[in-house]
Structure formats: structure tokens, C-alpha cells
């Protein structure tokens, strides 16, 4: 209940105030030195020891221009250096890999995906591929001046200490991520070989992605995310903060149940929503090849476009079944807002209906319809690969002089 | 991100320094100013003027012992008053009305449930129950030398600023409650006229009960709290705080769906849990009358003990039920436990193989098995009256010189 901490220490205390004046940076855009000295509770003479630190260690840059805004003589405006400092990116998805650089802003800098069936594909193979997109990443990084400090690894599975327990639709068990994927890095990029490799689950990343990035959660501090992928990954996020759950496997959503006695599901148990809903499911409620994968979706989006009645049903049943289990999940959790992420944000305008009807007729509290636009389409840009960047650039703002090394600055 | 609150000024941290001092004495049980300073990081005059403010006011007294536990001089124990400042609860459910008072240390001194038909009768007269019982409380806490500072009323339902929004098993829709029981209980008792009241849902109050006062909740962090009444209630706990949503309605598991097409529901949609583990869909299930509330309970627990297979079939499916919704809970949340609370517990052994059978088939983590012991019943101290009455509590050692006064020192 009571925080008792030892005292910090001077050094403590300025590593703290460097990660205040970089972030109060970050957050303002663009800021000069007495306009931080307000809004951090520093005086003038830290806050200018504090930049010039930044500035050296290449976090901070002087854009040139001059402020007057405000009282006393013009001051010189900072923002945070465009290069230097940045982190990659890494989603293994289970029909593509994509690859983020994000710098220091939050900007994605560099951006690659590449389709490749990763199924039934030994994980070893999987991770070098994903090491190969994520090498030529680094290249086009380094061509505009980033240096990624981290890379942070997502998978659509159980990820917890650096391995995935499981990710049954990619069909991994206990796989180590991090060390193989390093490896296979450093082996193409010699340059990188002390880069540190992080982990966690696809969805977690791309509800970060959303939180930091996303336009649709301007205002919003508590919000599902749910991707439709060939699984159905989910993620919580509560006054601004990922829910991980004691064992850091938080927000499974495609495995909450629609019918006990229903089909057999990956997962081991019978009728997850996955089976009603999940990609393959679609696909094949519309008469589609259920491993048609991103041209299937494709096609189906172009049907429903064009009214095919087998389409609409598909995509009508499947967002009966996910409001159904979203208005449990809102039910319980009472956030701002549910965002559609995945295939379910191309499909948003055939499903969301049928979502949102379930969701008004069953949220107890009456609230549903009254709020409008708490069902959204998750925002393109907001996907897994730029939230694991980001995760990288968090940890840069949390603790510059870590990084400073490493930025090579 | 960043907090940039204003300077604390010296009254401020005044006040902050007392709440820290009688936090750490509530949480130590006894303890010597000079263990205080340790813990609290202050030093010894600081602890010793603070401490003395304290005495003076009520809230710690000195036990008469002393300790020579430590390095120095023996010192005084402290310890929090056992008279003077009390928290009154009030739990207001379909059929019972329990009021609580608590002292400092968490000890309920003062417990009274009166049995009772709530459903039908107009608000304002369950109201006036209640407030009459809360008299008595007041009247048994004075001959203690106990002067509650607060009441905390509990309604199973939808409850916010002050008022019930609906409460679906008491028949209530838009109930004021504070302003009503607060007049109710002044006209019986003048001298608590300007008792401040306060309100919440009746499974928060009791989940915060659990996290405060269970024994089941030692080392456990976040959980799932479930409470089988004539509705099913729900609350979460992450890392220690009761999750409230972005509207305060949080928590309500009772209307996850188990069949869309399922029986019509009070709440106005089909198929909700309540209709299949709800008291009156296990007493229908066991041949009894649906309507016989605590004393119906009591005969299935009767006939479930000498093995009747009505009674065992009906707790068997209504744990199937509640198992196939827990699993999704956990799957979304991964607590550290469940705690069944309410008829749940008096039916836990029954309820709960078939609970733990599901979650076993169906957490995808695979984690359940693993990990003993994660289904629990709730301690049988841990009800709402007793965590409403633990709110006021918190209130008094999060802020003591706002309760001076009204404790009457």
C-alpha cells in the first residue's frame, strides 16, 4: 500500500529528469527550454543542463526556429532528433511477416511485409525469414540516419520469458524466440550482433500500436482491440495501461465460447468464437477456399461490395457471434470503445451492424446506443510490427542514457 | 504521461505524512515510532509530531506495551484506535438487507441482517428498512465507543453518482439512494444527520471485502469475484484495485451470454448466465420452488449432501454453465483466482468440480491445472456490508484530518 523505496540518489534523480524533459519533448512536438521548465516542475538551469545532454547523446534536436510565444526573450525550439535512436518492429503473422522502424517521434520510418504461408513451416525457417526482412530494414534505416536500439518480436500465440508457449494457429509450441532470432540477425547484419531482442503477442502490440498512434483512440483510455486474423487475437487496455494478467496471457478472446458442444477448435476445447468467427470460418460461410488466406478476404470484401447474398450471410453470422461475445466482454470490462483490427477492420462495413446490434440489445447498462461511435475500425497504421517498434521507442523515452551507447550518437 | 501536478505546499504534505503514518501502523498492527520512521522514510521528530496528532485525534492509541526489538532505547507500542472513527456498511440485496460497522483495524464490531422479501417494494421503503437496521448499528457501535464517520450503501445493480440505474432482481430502475437513506437514517438518528453517504454495486463492495479482509486472497493479486445471488454479480481486482470501466459498470458477468437464443432475461436480452447458474434457475433445476430464496438454498444443500440426484444434476449443469463463462473470463483477464462467493460458496463443493472441469478443458494457456488452488471459495467474512463499511475505512486512513472532526475526538 505504501510505496517505501529507498532514497534516489543524485544520479537516479537526473537519469529520471532526462527521461521527463525527453518525453515532455515527445509529447509537445515541438517546445522550447522555458516551456519545459513549466510544464516539468524543473527550473531553467536543470532543464538547460538537461538538453544539452540530450542533444549530445543525439535525442534531442534544435530545429532552428525561435519561439516568442510566450514571456521574457524568443528561446530556440527543441524536438526529438529524426534520427539516431529508433526501434524495430518484428510481426510474425501466420500468412505474412512485417517489419517497422519507428523513430524517436513515433513516425514509421520504414515499413515491409512480405506474404508467405507461415504454417507448417519448422519456426527455425520462419525466424530467419523474418531476420532476412528485418536485415533489409535495418539497411533502408541506416540510409536515413536510425540506428534501431531494440528489436521487439510479436507472435499471435502465448508469449511469455521469450518463448512462445503456444500459437496453435501457426502450430508452435514452447518455440524460443528471441535467441533464434537474434542469431539469424546478427548473422546477416554483423554491425547489429549486440542488438537485444524482446518479445510479446501480436495483439498486445497492435492494441500499443492503437493507444500511441492510432487516431481512433483520441480520448479514449480503456478499449478492446480484436483482430480477426486466421485466429481472433484480443488485447485490453485500461486507463491507458495493457492488461498482461498474472501470467502475461491476458486477452484471448478467440477462445471464449459460443456453443460448448461446437466444433473442435485448435486450442485443445470445442465452439471458441474463432470457429464461428476467425478467418477461416468467414471464408468458408461465403463459399470460399478457407485457406485463401489475404486474397480471400480480399475476395470476400469484393462480394459483399457487390452484394453476393452468400457473402452478407457469411459476414452477418460471423458479427452476430462476435457481438455476442463482445457484449460479454464490454459487460465485464465497460470500456470507451471496441476497436475492429485485422480482417475485421476491411470488413468493418458488413460486420459491424451486425455487431452493433448485439452489443445494444445486450450491454446491461443501457449505455450502448447512447454512446455513439464506440465501435470503431482500428486504424490502419495502428497494426502489431509499428506497436513493437514502438514498445522499443517507449523504453528510449523511459530511459535515454541506456540507450545513449547504442543509439551510437 | 507525465504527472505535472502543482508544488505540494507544507499543509499538504502535512496530510499526506498523517495518512502515510496511520497506513503504516493499520498495516503493521503494532509498532514503534522509531519502526514508523524506518518504514515510512521520515525521520524521527517528524514521526514523533505526527504520531502525536494522531493520539490527539483519535485515530492510534498507545497499547501500555513496549518493544526492545530493535537497535536504541525501548519504545512505546502504537496501534489504530479501536474506538472513535468506524466505517458503517450497508448491503441492500433481493432478499436481506446486512449492515456492518468496521473499525480502523478492519475488525467488524457491529453485524446485523435482517431476512426480507425486497422485490416489489417500493424503493423508499426498502430504503427506510435499511436505514432502520443502519439505526441499530449506530446505536450498538456508540456503546462500543465507535462514531462511524461514513455510510457506504450496496445495491446489486448498476450504481453511479449516487443512483441505482437498474437494478433488474430488485425491480429497480433510476433509484435515487444517498439522499433518501441519508434522510431515512438522520430522522432516527439526529445526531448522524450529517453523515455523509455514500453507494456502489453490491459484488464490488464484497470483491473489495475479499482483496481487504479474505483469507483466500493472501498473495493474490488479481481476481475474478463471483457471486451467485437471485442475480450473478460480478467484480474484477487487477494488481490490487477493483476495476471499475469507463462508466462504473464494470464487472457484470451474470449477463455474458451462454445461448443467444436462450430464455428471456430480466436485463431485456436472451440466453444470459443468470437464466442457467442464477439461485432460481438452480433451485427450478432441483425440483424446488425458484422463489424459496435462503432457506431454498439451504434445502439443495441439504439434498445435495445425502446425494440426491436432482440436487447433484442441478449443481452439476448449473457449474457447467458457470465454467464455460469463467473460461472465457480467464482467458481475457488471466487472474491469479476465482473466488466464488454468495450461494457459490455455500454450494462450492457441489459447483465446483464441474466448475474446474471447464477450466481445465478450456483456459488456453493450459495454465489452470498447473496452478493449485485457483478456484476458490470466498472467505465467508468477505460479504458487501463489510467492504462498504471497509470503503469509509480507507477513506479515513487515506486522508485522517478530514474525518477528525465527524469522529468526534
Known amino acids: 500500500m505504501i510505496p517505501l523505496g529507498p532514497k534516489a540518489d543524485k544520479a537516479t534523480v537526473r537519469r529520471h529528469n532526462l527521461s521527463l524533459v525527453l518525453r515532455t519533448v515527445h509529447d509537445a512536438g515541438e517546445v522550447t527550454r522555458a516551456r519545459i521548465a513549466t510544464r516539468a516542475g524543473l527550473t531553467r538551469a536543470a532543464v ?46 501466420v500468412d505474412y511477416i512485417a517489419v517497422c522502424v519507428v523513430d524517436l517521434a513515433g513516425t514509421d520510418r520504414v515499413r515491409l511485409v512480405e506474404h508467405a504461408d507461415n504454417r507448417g513451416v519448422p519456426p527455425s525457417q520462419v525466424l530467419t525469414r523474418a531476420a532476412r526482412l528485418a536485415a533489409r530494414a535495418l539497411g533502408s534505416a541506416a540510409e536515413q540516419g536510425l540506428r534501431p536500439v531494440g528489436a521487439h518480436v510479436a507472435v499471435p500465440g502465448l508469449v511469455t520469458g521469450g518463448t512462445v508457449r503456444q500459437a496453435p494457429n501457426l502450430g508452435w509450441k514452447r518455440v524460443a524466440v528471441e535467441g533464434p532470432f537474434a542469431r539469424a540477425l546478427s548473422a546477416l547484419r554483423p554491425a547489429h550482433r549486440a542488438l537485444p531482442v524482446s518479445s510479446d503477442n501480436e495483439a498486445n502490440a497492435a492494441a500499443l500500436a492503437e493507444l500511441w498512434y492510432g487516431a481512433g483512440t483520441e480520448g479514449v483510455r480503456s478499449f478492446l482491440y480484436v483482430s480477426g486474423e486466421i485466429g481472433i487475437g484480443g488485447a485490453l487496455v485500461l486507463e491507458g495501461e495493457l492488461l498482461r494478467g498474472a501470467h502475461g496471457f491476458a486477452g484471448e478472446i478467440g477462445h471464449m465460447v459460443v456453443d460448448p458442444e461446437g466444433p473442435q477448435c485448435r486450442c485443445g476445447a470445442r465452439g471458441c468464437l474463432e470457429q464461428y468467427a476467425g478467418q477461416a ?18 475476395e470476400l470484401r469484393r462480394r459483399a461490395g457487390r452484394k453476393d447474398s452468400a457473402a452478407l450471410a457469411a459476414t452477418e453470422r460471423a458479427g452476430r457471434h462476435l457481438g455476442v461475445v463482445l457484449s460479454g466482454v464490454v459487460n465485464l470490462f465497460d470500456p470507451d470503445a471496441v476497436m475492429l483490427g485485422g480482417v475485421y477492420r476491411e470488413l468493418a462495413p458488413w460486420l459491424a451492424p451486425a455487431v452493433d446490434g448485439e452489443l445494444a440489445r445486450r450491454v446491461v447498462s443501457g449505455l450502448w446506443s447512447e454512446d455513439r461511435n464506440r465501435l470503431r475500425a482500428a486504424s490502419p497504421l495502428g497494426d502489431a510490427a509499428r506497436g513493437a517498434a514502438g514498445a522499443v521507442v517507449r523504453e528510449v523515452l523511459a530511459d535515454p542514457p541506456a540507450h545513449a551507447e547504442r543509439a551510437g550518437a
Open 48 to 93: 538547460s543542463s538537461l538538453v544539452e545532454q540530450l542533444l549530445e547523446c543525439g535525442f534531442l534536436t534544435e530545429s532552428g526556429k525561435t519561439s516568442s510565444g510566450q514571456a521574457g526573450r524568443p528561446g530556440t525550439v527543441l524536438e526529438v532528433a529524426r534520427t539516431g535512436p529508433a526501434g524495430l518492429g518484428v510481426e510474425i503473422n
Open 281 to 298: 470460418a468467414l471464408l468458408k460461410a461465403a463459399g470460399l477456399d478457407t485457406e485463401a488466406g489475404a486474397p480471400g478476404v480480399a
